[in-house]
């Protein structure tokens, strides 16, 4: 099955799953507070905590530097590919990466056009579950002790969006290793997952990046949070028309 043209397609998904209740608020212009971070309970936040229960599960995966031909020669990301759902036409809006993870959680760049630190007003995706009550976790691979700010590579501060809105991470930011704990048991309605920069394909190759992703795509498909109705999405960033699949 392919999706062609899929960008709004992700987002619109996304965005009906996780928010049901009340419509995602507009992203936030470059310098101004979100107003879902900010706003008093609601009975919308109230309706939204009461249904989390009934919501299917998102699972957002992140991989770096593979256009969408160079991805499909990997044999790993190749069969995904032919077995779920492919968009041929999704771009990647920026480079070099971190425009990339604010607009994918924000739905904007910020005009921010580097890798470098930046502390953002508090916005954001997971401001906006936490709002609406709906359970979320960034699952991060190499985040150590150290914290979201310090963690030393292969952790990527770059690849961690949620490290920017309101300058430091909450504490729905949790190491990789987390995550088949948390599928065994109470999985967050909202799972992001980012790979450390080996295993993203940064700065290994993609046929290291595809065995780690064949692993992890397993891992989710097995678990009961995506086999009732869930969706994962996999998408890479910063090379033009990059793969997107919808599994």
Not at 36 to 61: D, E, K, Y
Not at 63 to 92: G, K, V, W
Not at 93 to 117: K, M
Not at 136 to 153: D, F, K, M, N, V
């Amino acid at each position: 099955m392919r999706l062609a043209r899929a960008a709004p397609l992700a987002l619109g998904l996304l965005a009906a799953a996780c928010a049901p209740t009340t419509p995602v608020s507009a992203p936030p212009s470059p310098g101004a507070t979100s107003a879902a971070a900010t706003a008093p309970s609601s009975p919308a936040a109230s309706a939204g905590a009461s249904a989390r229960a009934t919501l299917p599960h998102v699972f957002v995966i992140v991989m770096e530097n593979s256009s969408l031909e160079r991805a499909l020669a990997e044999p790993h990301i190749a069969a995904l590919a032919q077995r779920y759902a492919l968009a041929r036409d999704y771009r990647s809006v920026a480079s070099p990466s971190l425009p990339n993870y604010l607009a994918l959680t924000s739905g904007s760049t910020w005009g921010i056009t580097d890798d470098g630190y930046h502390a953002l007003p508090a916005g954001g995706i997971g401001a906006q579950l936490d709002t609406a009550g709906i359970p979320w976790r960034a699952y991060i691979e190499g985040l150590t002790a150290a914290g979201c700010l310090r963690s030393p590579y292969p952790y990527a501060l770059k690849h961690d969006p949620f490290a920017y809105y309101g300058g430091a991470c909450p504490a729905n930011v949790v190491p990789l290793s987390g995550l088949a704990s948390d599928l065994a048991g109470a999985t967050p309605t909202f799972v992001w997952i980012t790979p450390d920069m080996c295993h993203d394909g940064h700065d290994c190759s993609v046929a290291t990046a595809g065995t780690w992703l064949a692993g992890e795509v397993a891992l989710i498909t097995a678990s009961a949070a995506w086999r009732d109705g869930g969706v994962l999405f996999v998408t890479w960033d910063e090379s033009g028309v990059v793969p997107l699949l919808v599994i």
